[in-house]
């Protein structure tokens, strides 16, 4: 089996349905340009029956995107599809992405429908789709909450229409990771024709838990990850693409791996935060301005000592700035004699000691001691000692 773990961005239509986040043409461009330099497999450029701008968005995205797949999202609905292939019709690689509600919260509640009717028409849009395109993704919305052995029976039938690829979304977030990568797991094992196509996570974070159940779905034999920069998306986000990349990139012992440049996350998480104005929250994961920061003495001590004790991750290896030693009331000795070593101030272990006491003073006082204090410090010390 191919231990290649394809990346589908859908920061472009997922992540771009948080409000206040709607990009115009020319900045969707702009993005999809670096998304297909960041290594990115899969550019979800839109939904282009949604708006005519999102309809241009798409068709503009597909003629200037060389070597990733362009992607448009359909409803399981004739007219949807006709649209997206018209939206995809200058892309070098097109993918059509259609599908429908299996839970049977969505057959009852949403279509009123049966069981047996959902497969019928998740059958007719692939169909309808594999007429324009040779790619068709299908996605079985709420597969988080749909009953395994009639999910299935969906993957089997769109596979035999065929589907190249099949999304099993935990949509509103509800799995668990273990019973995520059951749901995955249960669907290898028992979908006949499952060799002919790539199994796809796309989980949403409601419960905080979408990066883990994406990671359990490709362990256990899925090998598509639809995934967001900065895990932005509806209600509480999609999977983050920084997450789950890293994980595979650390946990080698998986044998599993993407393509991503991994030193372009935090550059591109900030092109993404400013264009989007959506500011990324400091203690998140990978790209945080405090991801690589440490400002516990104990914490403090043992990485100026050995980077790796407190930091899996190289800040390089990300395209981070660096990791950095924040000077907190909880720092100690060693945090302050490296600062003042980085300001070029060569103090003894009695300096040191000394002007620790001045420190804590100051830092009980303050969120965090910062440079113009600590050069005030030195110099009023310097001063004393020349005097003296």
Same mark, same amino acid.
């Not at 919260?105 to 059958?123: G, P, V, Y």
């Not at 094992?189 to 199994?199: E, G, R, T």
């Given at each position: ?36 330099? #960041? ?20 068709? $503009?995205? *597909? ?16 007219k ?5 292939? $018209? ?11 259609t ?15 049966t ?60 799995? #668990? ?9 249960y669907l ?49 986000g999609?999977?983050s ?12 012992h ?7 440049k ?27 301005s ?20 407190y ?17 907190? *009331? ?5 945090? #302050? *004699? ?19 006491? $001045? ?30």
């Amino acid at each position: 089996m191919d231990q290649k773990v394809h990346i589908f961005d859908t920061t472009l239509r997922d992540g771009e349905q948080v409000p206040g986040c709607k990009l115009n043409t020319k900045e969707k461009l702009h993005l999809a340009v670096q998304l297909e330099e #960041l290594g990115v497999d899969i550019i979800e450029a839109g939904f282009p029956i949604s708006s005519p701008g999102d309809f241009e968005s798409v068709s $503009q995205i *597909a003629k200037v995107i060389k070597h990733a797949t362009v992607c448009g999202l359909t409803r399981a609905v004739q007219k949807d599809i006709e649209v997206a292939a $018209q939206a995809l019709k200058y892309a070098v690689r097109p993918r059509i992405h259609t599908g429908i509600g299996t839970s049977d919260f969505h057959i009852k509640s949403k279509f009123n429908s049966t069981r047996e009717e959902i497969i019928a028409r998740a059958i007719q849009a692939v169909k309808w789709a594999k007429n324009f395109v040779d790619d068709v993704e299908f996605f079985a919305e709420d597969a988080g909450r749909t009953d395994n052995e009639y999910l299935a029976r969906v993957v089997e039938a769109v596979i035999a229409a065929g589907a190249t690829v099949v999304n099993i979304p935990d949509t509103t977030g509800y799995c #668990l990771p273990d019973q995520y990568g059951q749901k995955i797991a249960y669907l290898m094992n028992n979908v006949p024709n499952v060799d002919k196509a790539i199994l796809s996570c796309h989980c949403h974070n409601d419960l905080g838990l979408a990066t883990a159940n994406s990671i359990s779905g490709v362990i256990s034999g899925a090998r598509q990850i639809e995934c967001t920069i900065n895990g932005l998306g509806e209600r509480a986000g999609n999977t983050s693409l920084e997450e789950v990349v890293m994980i595979i990139e650390q946990h080698k012992h998986l044998g599993l791996y993407t393509n991503v440049k991994t030193q372009m996350l935090n550059p591109l998480s900030r092109e993404v935060a400013d264009i989007m104005r959506m500011p990324v929250q400091p203690n998140k994961a990978i790209v945080g301005s405090n991801a690589f920061s440490h400002s516990s003495g104990i914490h403090q001590d043992g990485f100026l000592k050995d980077a790796q004790t407190y930091e899996t991750i190289n800040p390089e290896q990300v395209g981070a700035e660096g990791s950095k030693i924040v000077l907190t *009331a909880r720092s100690g000795r060693s945090a #302050l *004699a490296y600062r003042f070593q980085k300001l070029g101030y060569e103090f003894t272990r009695n300096d040191i000691d000394f002007l620790y006491e $001045q420190f804590v003073l100051v830092a009980d006082g303050k969120k965090e001691v910062i440079e113009t204090d600590l050069r005030k410090m030195a110099e009023a010390y310097v001063r004393e000692k020349e005097i003296a």
